[in-house]
Each structure stands twice: as C-alpha cells, then as structure tokens.
Nanobody
Framework: QVQLVESGGGLVQAGGSLRLSCAAS????????MGWYRQAPGKQRELVAY???????NYADSVKGRFTISRDNAKNTVYLHMNSPKPEDTAVYYC?????????WGQGTQVTVSS
C-alpha cells in the first residue's frame, strides 16, 4: 500500500502563485507516474499534469505555460507549481501515483483562486 499526503492548498489571488506538494509513503518499490488531477464542483475529475519516473511530463492544455510539475524521486514527492492561476482553476486537487498496475490517490486539497 502507498499513502499520499498533499499539502499547500488554500486561497490564492488570480495572477499569484501557489505550490502543491505530495509525499508518498508506505510500501514503495518503484513508482512510475506521479501527478495531479483536479475536480471542480459539478465537473468530472480531470488530469492536470503528470511526470513519469524518467522525467517525461504531460499537461492539460488549460494549464500549459502556467503550471509546472516537478518531482523528487529520492523523496517520493511530486510538486505542482501554479503560476498565474485563474478563477477557473478553483478545484480540489488530487495527487496520484502509479506503482505496478495500481493507482493510489491522496485525499485532495482545496485550491480557491479569487478574482
């Protein structure tokens, strides 16, 4: 089992910046992808960004150029640097990772962007 704990959410003004962190713990032998999804009220959960263990990244079109994902494999931690967030980025952000054939999820952290 892998446990994921997110931190760093909160209220931010549009155009500001915020950094989310997610640390994995538990039975870890080889985490493949780590990344972030988000879910806004009344909407489906959607991918924000992920990074493979080899450093390949993938971003949702809506956040390209504004958000940056990074990862510290030694610490089993993934970060989401949110620059110039917009009110439409308001959502609960969920960390996830894939190890083997299993996906693990964090509890989620609320991010609210005020205009």
């Amino acid at each position: 089992q892998v446990q994921l704990v997110e931190s760093g959410g909160g209220l931010v003004q549009a155009g500001g910046s915020l950094r989310l962190s997610c640390a994995a713990s538990g039975t870890i032998f080889s985490i493949n992808n780590m990344g972030w999804y988000r879910q806004a009220p009344g909407k489906q959960r959607e991918l924000v960004a992920y990074m493979t263990s080899g450093g390949i990244t993938n971003y949702a079109d809506s956040v390209k150029g504004r958000f940056t994902i990074s990862r510290d494999n030694a610490k089993n931690t993934v970060y989401l640097h949110m620059n110039s967030p917009k009110p439409e980025d308001t959502a609960v952000y969920y960390c996830y990772c894939r190890q083997g054939l299993l996906d693990y999820w964090g509890q989620g952290t609320q991010v609210t962007v005020s205009s």
